[in-house]
């Protein structure tokens, strides 16, 4: 994922304690005083300049993000909020350039050249703590995006859902070829869980918990839980519905078809109902299983992946058409 390849964004001292230690060094290269002002004037300037500019280019373009993560990081940090830092920050590189220049121009002549280096270095500084809010802020949203969970778009995703401890994770441990992902997702101190299952040679479907928030009605939740579950919820090519008819999970059947309603109102996709704890109690007229025994498990796998046949066929997602939407 792109966000993992964001390295820290440096405080305002940072960007100048280093530029100021380049240019020193580049400085002590010249013997005629002028001309190691000047030069270290330019140093400084092109060496703030880069740093900022590689900051802004750090960050992908958020346009191009699918709209899991467009969704999610707007919903944590304001994608608004993340374009104006990123733009004062460009600013402040190209400010710091222009300044610079100006400076070392105006030392090509001779004359209080030390005096005019310090004025520079003062100004250059100004600069780039006018925008040390904006680095801090996008340091904040950088180690905030790192850590969401992967979740491609190009494979088929089946969504996970059902209230705490009814099987959920014990289901994605079982049907995954490779340990499961445990991500965190910032809404809810539990991670939420990603994993996958190869099937053919080049593909592979994709297993997402639903984060644990869902387990307070509605209208406890508040506006940012309700788009963070939406944003995992909208991923989903297929929802897998658990529900625990044994109630060992501390939720009344009642509750969970209610919380099994409200996903219908939420999802356009197919939801696939299951029961599960089928070792403790089965109930007649759903699909079971138990994650316990392992029993009825590959069934509802087959049923999942003849609800991918169906879908494929009605709008195909192979690997060309995914690589022209990059
Ligand atoms: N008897 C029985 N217990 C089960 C079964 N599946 C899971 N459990 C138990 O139920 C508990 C919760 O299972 P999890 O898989 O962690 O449930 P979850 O829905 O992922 O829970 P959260 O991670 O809290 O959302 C664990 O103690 C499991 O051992 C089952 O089929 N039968």
Partial sequence: MEFETIPTVPTADEVLDRSLRRAAAKKKLKTNVDRANEEFVRAVASAIHDKLKSVVSSFPSFERLP??????????????????????????????????????????????????????????????????????????????????????????????????????????????????EIAAYPFTTKGIIVGHRDIGRHERIQFIDTPGVLERPAEERNPIERQAVSAIINTADLVLFIIDTSEHCGYSIENQVRLLDEIRRLVEVPILTVVNKADIRAIEGYPTMSTLTGEGVDEVLDLLLTYRKESKKASPRGPLQSENQQ
């Fill in 67 to 180: 709209p899991f993560y467009r969704e999610v990081a707007d919903i944590l940090i304001s994608l608004d909020r993340i374009k104006k830092s990123l733009g004062a920050v460009s600013w402040a590189a190209d400010q710091a350039r222009t300044v610079g220049s100006g400076y070392a121009r105006s030392m090509r002549s001779g004359g209080e050249t030390d005096r005019k280096r310090r004025q520079a270095v003062a100004r250059i500084a100004s600069i780039v703590h006018q925008v040390e809010d904006d680095l801090i802020f996008l340091n904040e949203a950088r180690n905030i995006l790192r850590k969401l969970p992967h979740v491609s778009e190009d494979e088929f995703t089946i969504v996970v859902a059902g209230f705490p401890n009814v099987g959920k994770s014990s289901f994605i441990r079982l049907v995954s070829t490779a340990e499961p």
